[in-house]
């Protein structure tokens, strides 16, 4: 954007947004004590320039972080670390709340 004379702090989210990557529906080891450490290992070098993409997003944006695969399943992570119920931002002297938004791509996340 920048190289096209545009403002590159456009397409920054104006709220926060966060990606849980909770965990791949690839299983290469199962029924071993390390059997998630491995899946996750090999979900990260199958997908390394996808998340390398995420990663650098992370570093551009200032509203957007990702949770790695490895760290929980996405409805935990969302209830214990990343849910607020509600966000507050100044606009001038006014102070806006709006809701905290949930989008899931399975049939139970937002449940």
Not at 21 to 46: P, W
Request: hydrophobic share 35%; with cysteine; charged share 25%.
């Amino acid at each position: 954007i920048n190289k096209l004379g545009g403002d590159a702090q456009a397409i920054n989210p104006l709220n926060p947004v966060e990606l849980v990557i909770d965990h791949s529906v690839m299983v290469d080891h199962f029924g071993e004590e390390d059997a998630l450490e491995k899946n996750t290992d090999i979900e990260i070098q199958r997908n390394k320039e996808r998340y390398q993409f995420l990663k650098w997003g992370q570093s551009s944006f200032d509203n957007f972080k990702v949770v790695p695969p490895g760290r929980g399943i996405v409805h935990q992570v969302n209830l214990e670390y990343l849910a607020r119920c509600a966000f507050t931002k100044q606009d001038g002297n006014d102070t806006l709340v709006y809701p905290d938004t949930l989008v899931g791509t399975d049939s139970h996340t937002t449940m």
